[in-house]
């Protein structure tokens, strides 16, 4: 297909990438660890873990695994905040031969429990701070050995306990819980983070027997029937994305001179896909990641810059812009920064002019999906000012426009946006009419984003096909939504559209119609609180005698949207 796009690329950029360079992300990873051995790989709380740590540590949770006796492929769910034990999880699961299952540890016990039973996780390694939701659902799923975390395992041995103990008692920030041994599949395993490592150490990790077609990652994202879905993740999907990120950025990190010494900041939850490729990335490149267990700390998350010399920040534009409000912020030192990579949400003019003036650094915005491995069009990272559009398509990926029947359409006209490359996941697990209803005959994606490309191969969102709320960089769809507040006694019907927020994006509106009257704005609220994640609650509750409706009685969202 002609790919308008090219000419326009940064000098340097390659026009195509090699997703097949590494047989798996196992690979990958071992070539950096022993590369770059006793170079640092992330630093969190001032207390630093070398790439040499990472290799023997996830070697000894892979091993520890594997003796469990899992059957290669299997699927291990990981429960952690941005802290040490993700990296040492996240590279034990995929160097042992299983499937990663990253879950959100804001996840309410009904999320959790869906997010488990569907993927078939047989284990999962979770902070103790959230083994209270665990403990609620784990009979009804098929978790058989539990790895449970705390906050210091990793900080060092006097450092660590303070912080384990700080955490569960001066804070009390651990819930009271009670994992039961014997489960319906019979006796489980249940043992803390460093019995686990240090079980393992004593064993040897087998080969995995993996290559680019074995599953990586189980992502889950929203789903239009209310249900969060599985996207499949491929080794060779992760690898391509990485390569083509590398590809995209290196003309910003080529300032940086050295790439074993850049520090990228993390402070997007690595459970997240955009946190999680990049910081595979910084894996890729040697360098190191700073981890930010608390983004919404904003004081100590300044604080944390101000540390030491950084060079890259993702983030959503309401993590930009907490930064920008924040009265130390223009305090910090950004004479380092070289790429400010804004993604996950859409982001604003006004934040990223504030930006600029601040930082120095142009923000840049790009686009991509969990479906895509978050890697899709990105501006290119020469760029001086912003553009208010998605950018051009990364090394290897088409974009095309298409209508309703699939058919591609001219430049200039608007429609479906679609993607295709090796990044583009293999399907929805245990979703095949799912998979077969988002691809199109000629192998592209469809988005749900209605868009339209100028002659140049910049592509800019014009609106949403689908139902979506963007909350924050995090998907939110209404039926999901609609289906829990439905149980909530007093309620008769509901719908939930987004509404323009100035902090988040977006936010949650919900119209309710009451079958008790007395039924009130806390008592929904109240209700919310206790059965969907922080950003899935509504921020306004609005009641109303009745919701707008087609002849056949589907609730008209649209008609319900600010300016309908």
């Known amino acids: 297909m002609n790919r308008p796009w090219l000419p326009h690329y940064p000098e340097g950029v390659p026009h195509e990438i090699d997703p097949d360079r590494y047989p798996n992300l196992g690979a990958l990873l071992e070539e950096s660890f022993r590369r770059h051995a006793r170079e640092p790989v992330a630093v969190c709380m001032e207390r630093w873990m070398s790439y040499g740590d990472l290799d023997q540590h996830s070697a000894a949770i892979g091993a520890w695994l594997q003796a469990r006796g899992l059957a290669p492929g299997a699927r291990v769910a990981i429960m952690l905040p941005n802290i040490p034990q993700f990296l040492v999880a996240m590279a034990a699961v995929l160097r042992a031969g299983y499937t990663v299952v990253n879950v959100n540890p804001l996840y309410t016990a009904r999320e959790l429990e869906h997010q488990l039973r569907d993927s078939g996780a047989e284990a999962i390694i979770v902070l103790e701070n959230f083994a209270a939701t665990l403990s609620e659902v ?70 995995a027997q993996t290559d680019g077609r074995s599953v990586a990652f189980l992502q889950y994202t929203g789903g239009t029937t209310g249900l969060s879905k599985g996207a499949i993740l491929t080794h060779r999907n992760i690898v391509a994305a990485i390569l083509q990120a590398e590809a995209w950025f290196s003309p910003a990190v080529a300032k940086a001179g050295d790439l074993r010494k850049i520090n990228a900041i993390t402070a997007l939850p ?74 996950g949400m859409a982001a604003s003019e006004g934040t990223a002019r504030q930006w600029l003036a601040v930082t120095g650094c142009p923000m840049v915005e790009g686009w991509g999906m969990s479906e895509t491995c978050a890697i899709g069009t990105n501006n290119p990272v020469t760029a001086t000012e912003f553009s208010g559009t998605i950018g051009l398509p990364l090394p290897g ?47 592209f994606m469809r988005t749900g984003d209605v868009g339209i490309m100028d002659a140049q191969g910049f592509t800019r969102i014009v609106d949403r096909k689908k139902d979506m709320i963007l909350v924050s960089g995090f998907n939110v ?36 119609v009451r079958s008790d009257p007395s039924l009130s704005e806390e008592d929904v609220a109240r209700y919310c609180h206790d059965h969907l994640t922080g950003y899935k609650r509504p921020k306004v509750i609005e009641f109303r005698d009745e919701l707008p409706k087609t002849n056949v009685g589907k609730i008209l969202r649209r008609a319900l949207r600010p300016g309908a």
């Open 138 to 207: 784990i009979d009804h799923t098929d978790v058989q050995h539990v790895v449970l975390a705390s906050m210091g395992d990793l900080l060092g041995f006097w450092y660590g306990r303070w912080i384990t103990f700080a955490v569960r008692h001066l804070a009390k920030m651990v819930p009271a819980y009670k994992l039961a041994l014997q489960g319906p599949q019979g006796r489980r395993t249940i043992v803390d983070f460093r019995t686990a490592l240090a079980e393992g150490e004593r064993l040897r990790l087998r080969p």
């Open 270 to 343: 690595l459970y997240h896909i955009f946190a999680l490729t990049l910081g595979l990335l910084t894996i890729r490149w040697g360098a190191h990641m700073t981890l930010v267990p608390n983004p919404r700390d904003v004081d100590r998350f300044v604080d944390t810059l101000r540390q030491r010399p950084f060079h890259l920040l993702p983030a959503v534009n309401t993590l930009f812009n907490a930064l920008l409000q924040h009265p130390r912020f223009r305090q910090v030192d950004f004479s380092s920064l070289v790429l400010s990579q804004a993604g």
């Open 397 to 443: 990926i088409d974009i095309a426009i298409k209508d309703e029947e699939g058919v591609s359409l001219p430049l200039g006209e608007t429609g479906e946006i679609c993607i295709r490359g090796p990044n583009v996941m293999a399907g929805y697990h245990n979703q095949p009419q799912e998979t077969a209803a988002v691809f199109t005959a000629d192998g």
């Open 477 to 512: 769809f209404p039926t999901e939504l609609e289906n829990v507040v439905s149980l909530c006694p007093g309620v008769l019907e509901c719908a939930a559209v987004g509404i323009p927020d100035p902090h988040q994006g977006e936010a949650v509106k919900l119209f309710v």
